[in-house]
């Protein structure tokens, strides 16, 4: 659980959460950031495109359904300007959430409900490439 | 061309056809006995004629008497007979007349036949009777010719009525193949390919739809089948999308408490006692949630089954009321629930269901107006029965799909970004289902970009009890 030494201005790791249940997105933050991690969230894509363009985080977890912008176009969006240079692990409800990630070329995923363990596993081993 | 008006169109060339070959047939049959009594007063006058030949050589061998009086009777024989003739062929028959004359002038020389009782003939009489014979074989000619032309007809006649008989056979095939051909291309035919259509729909093949081949009634059957087949494509759709998506609202709640009850493990003792209250008020709250949920899909599954039954009791509306807003306003920090009006009554109805009703309609202004804002809730004690109302200013529903709103799995917002605010389609379906139960209604007004009102009305206590204190 120690925080890995990361691309943010003080060593650590920058994860942008993003989902539009405020109960899920606190819960997944506060357990980011007791990992160590620094943490940003989005209640839906545009908020998120925000986020990125303020604090440029080295990994996006992603809800796919979401008002205003969902997963699927904030991942166009976000391909669009950044390319694949930001990692995206998706998260989400459906049942089938390795069929999503693929949808938008996601980098993991994540079905919920999940283990924090399985959460940290996955951060971790994305942003190590 | 319907195929009521084919069938009589058919059965009225049948009936014609029918009439006219059998008239024909009644015709030259009637015929034929006529012709045959013809035939038979001929061979008559024939004998006659004999007759007189042999009265004739009577009188050569000197029978004189004998001779006299046999000329006689066959004589007015032959006039009867000839004119039972004429009356037959009524006068056609040329022969007849020609007979007749030569019968009498005949007679005439009979009459005037010089006869002495002894001795050889006279010169005389040797003329006359040569005379006598050549015309009676000039009637007998006559009379063979007319015998033969009659024979003749009726050969005539009996080909004829063969010729009619074999045409009716025909006539008779061909109606019988014309219509095993009509009823196999416009009724049998497209039967079948119904029946083979229905028995795939009954093993699932709803995207079926059979071909419309004509503006009959099978083709109006077609439309109702591709109709029909249409519906239970849409509806398997339709409940196929509810299954994933009530997966999907069910897995959420779930979520968080994983999430909360893995964090708490998480959280060092010393930080605990601060954490604690609202990581387990997070979780109480997503339990309401879930159970929302479960109720709702398991009513909805009930309703199918027609098997909802409402357990009515006394009930505090108002207390009810509150209870339900205050409840559901923990779900969302970003809207104030306002209770405008909330008259005190008593009811006699199922607090469980009136509950999930206000719940369902406060939960859907909340999702709907997802730039927060205040949601208003009043409820009115009129003419014995509740009069709720729930308003939101928040998107509304569009005007083309506002009638379908209350359709079981229709979600008014799918295929837009607000479609991922995750309804199940479900919840006015169930309340209005559940208000009607209560004897009462659900209406709204909406219009888009301003939000929605919706309104109820429940009769305090079931029909027929209103009096009853």
Same mark, same amino acid.
């Given at each position: !659980?120690?925080?890995? #030494?990361?691309?943010?201005?003080?060593?650590?790791?920058?994860?942008?959460?993003?989902?539009?249940?405020?109960?899920?997105?606190?819960?997944?933050?506060? #357990?980011?950031?007791?990992?160590?991690?620094?943490?940003?969230?989005?209640?839906?894509?545009?908020?998120?495109?925000?986020?990125?363009?303020?604090?440029?985080?080295?990994?996006?977890?992603?809800? !796919?359904?979401?008002?205003?912008?969902?997963?699927?176009?904030?991942?166009?969006?976000?391909?669009?300007?950044?390319?694949?240079?930001?990692?995206?692990?998706?998260?989400?409800?459906?049942?089938?959430?390795?069929?999503?990630?693929?949808?938008?070329?996601?980098?993991?995923?994540?079905?919920?409900?999940?283990?924090?363990?399985?959460?940290?596993?996955?951060?971790?081993?994305?942003?190590?490439? | 061309?319907?195929?009521?008006?084919?069938?009589?169109?058919?059965?009225?060339?049948?009936?014609?056809?029918?009439?006219?070959?059998?008239?024909?047939?009644?015709?030259?049959?009637?015929?034929?006995?006529?012709?045959?009594?013809?035939?038979?007063?001929?061979?008559?006058?024939?004998?006659?004629?004999?007759?007189?030949?042999?009265? &004739? /050589?009577?009188?050569?061998?000197?029978?004189?008497?004998?001779?006299?009086?046999?000329?006689?009777?066959?004589?007015?024989?032959? +006039?009867?007979?000839? $004119?039972?003739?004429?009356?037959?062929?009524?006068?056609?028959?040329?022969?007849?007349?020609?007979?007749?004359?030569?019968?009498?002038?005949?007679?005439?020389?009979?009459?005037?036949?010089?006869?002495?009782?002894?001795?050889?003939?006279?010169?005389?009489?040797?003329?006359?009777?040569?005379?006598?014979?050549?015309?009676?074989? /000039?009637?007998?000619?006559?009379?063979?010719?007319?015998? +033969?032309?009659?024979?003749?007809?009726?050969?005539?006649?009996?080909?004829?009525?063969?010729?009619?008989?074999?045409?009716?056979?025909?006539?008779?095939?061909?109606?019988?193949?014309?219509?095993? %051909?009509?009823?196999?291309?416009?009724?049998?035919?497209?039967?079948?390919?119904?029946?083979?259509?229905?028995?795939?729909?009954?093993?699932? *093949?709803? $995207? &079926?739809?059979?071909?419309?081949?004509?503006?009959?009634?099978?083709?109006?059957?077609?439309?109702?089948?591709?109709?029909?087949?249409?519906?239970?494509?849409?509806?398997?759709?339709?409940?196929?999308?509810?299954?994933?998506?009530?997966?999907?609202?069910?897995?959420?709640?779930?979520?968080?408490?994983?999430?909360?009850?893995?964090?708490?493990?998480?959280?060092?003792?010393?930080?605990?006692?601060?954490?604690?209250? /609202?990581?387990?008020?997070?979780?109480?709250?997503?339990?309401?949630?879930?159970?929302?949920?479960?109720?709702?899909?398991?009513?909805?599954?009930?309703?199918?089954?027609?098997?909802?039954?409402?357990?009515?009791?006394?009930?505090?509306? +108002?207390?009810? %009321?509150?209870?339900?807003?205050?409840?559901?306003?923990?779900?969302?920090?970003?809207?104030?629930?306002?209770?405008?009006?909330?008259?005190?009554?008593?009811?006699?109805?199922?607090?469980?269901?009136?509950?999930?009703?206000?719940?369902?309609?406060?939960?859907? +202004?909340?999702?709907?107006?997802?730039?927060?804002?205040?949601?208003?809730?009043?409820?009115?004690?009129?003419?014995?029965?509740?009069?709720?109302?729930?308003?939101?200013?928040?998107?509304?529903?569009?005007?083309? *799909?506002?009638?379908?709103?209350?359709?079981?799995?229709?979600?008014?917002?799918?295929?837009?970004?607000? $479609? &991922?605010?995750?309804?199940?389609?479900?919840?006015?379906?169930?309340?209005?289902?559940?208000?009607?139960?209560?004897?009462?209604?659900?209406?709204?007004?909406?219009?888009?970009? *301003?939000?929605?009102?919706?309104?109820?009305?429940?009769?305090?206590?079931?029909?027929?009890?209103?009096?009853?204190?």
């Amino acid at each position: !659980m120690s925080a890995p #030494a990361g691309g943010g201005p003080d060593g650590r790791d920058r994860v942008l959460v993003v989902d539009d249940d405020p109960d899920m997105l606190d819960l997944v933050a506060e #357990a980011l950031a007791r990992a160590g991690y620094e943490v940003e969230i989005a209640r839906h894509g545009r908020e998120a495109l925000d986020r990125i363009a303020e604090h440029a985080p080295q990994l996006i977890l992603l809800d !796919m359904r979401m008002p205003v912008m969902d997963g699927w176009a904030f991942a166009r969006a976000c391909r669009e300007l950044y390319g694949r240079s930001i990692p995206i692990v998706v998260m989400t409800a459906a049942e089938d959430s390795k069929l999503r990630a693929d949808e938008i070329g996601a980098d993991a995923d994540l079905g919920k409900p999940f283990d924090l363990d399985r959460l940290y596993e996955v951060v971790e081993d994305t942003l190590a490439g | 061309m319907k195929l009521e008006h084919k069938i009589l169109l058919l059965n009225a060339a049948v009936l014609v056809a029918t009439t006219t070959i059998g008239g024909l047939l009644v015709l030259t049959y009637q015929m034929v006995p006529r012709k045959l009594d013809q035939s038979e007063l001929i061979h008559q006058v024939s004998r006659d004629i004999t007759g007189l030949a042999i009265a &004739l /050589d009577d009188h050569q061998l000197r029978s004189l008497a004998r001779s006299r009086r046999e000329w006689q009777v066959v004589s007015q024989r032959l +006039a009867r007979h000839l $004119d039972q003739l004429e009356e037959r062929s009524r006068g056609r028959a040329h022969a007849v007349s020609l007979i007749r004359t030569a019968h009498r002038e005949v007679d005439a020389l009979f009459h005037i036949l010089p006869a002495s009782p002894t001795g050889p003939p006279t010169l005389a009489e040797r003329v006359i009777s040569d005379q006598i014979s050549a015309r009676l074989q /000039d009637m007998i000619g006559w009379s063979d010719s007319l015998a +033969a032309r009659i024979k003749d007809q009726l050969a005539a006649a009996q080909r004829r009525a063969s010729a009619i008989i074999i045409a009716f056979a025909m006539a008779v095939l061909a109606v019988a193949i014309g219509s095993q %051909v009509f009823f196999r291309r416009a009724v049998l035919r497209p039967l079948q390919v119904l029946e083979r259509g229905a028995e795939l729909v009954g093993t699932g *093949r709803f $995207d &079926l739809r059979i071909e419309r081949r004509a503006e009959d009634e099978i083709g109006h059957l077609a439309d109702v089948f591709n109709e029909m087949t249409h519906r239970l494509e849409e509806l398997t759709r339709s409940r196929e999308e509810f299954i994933s998506a009530a997966i999907h609202e069910i897995k959420t709640p779930v979520a968080v408490i994983k999430a909360a009850a893995q964090l708490m493990h998480r959280i060092p003792p010393e930080e605990q006692a601060a954490r604690y209250p /609202d990581l387990l008020a997070r979780i109480d709250r997503q339990c309401n949630r879930l159970t929302r949920l479960v109720t709702g899909v398991l009513e909805v599954l009930r309703l199918e089954l027609q098997r909802v039954e409402l357990r009515r009791r006394p009930t505090d509306m +108002a207390a009810l %009321v509150s209870r339900v807003v205050e409840e559901m306003q923990e779900a969302s920090s970003r809207h104030r629930l306002v209770i405008t009006r909330n008259d005190p009554m008593e009811g006699h109805v199922d607090p469980d269901r009136i509950e999930q009703v206000l719940a369902n309609l406060i939960d859907n +202004a909340i999702r709907y107006s997802p730039a927060g804002g205040d949601i208003e809730i009043s409820s009115r004690c009129e003419d014995g029965a509740m009069h709720g109302m729930v308003r939101d200013r928040g998107i509304g529903i569009p005007a083309d *799909r506002q009638e379908r709103v209350f359709e079981r799995f229709y979600r008014a917002h799918a295929g837009t970004p607000y $479609d &991922l605010l995750t309804s199940l389609g479900v919840g006015l379906y169930l309340s209005r289902e559940l208000v009607n139960r209560h004897g009462g209604q659900l209406w709204f007004e909406s219009e888009e970009g *301003r939000g929605s009102t919706f309104y109820f009305r429940i009769p305090l206590r079931p029909a027929g009890q209103e009096g009853a204190a």
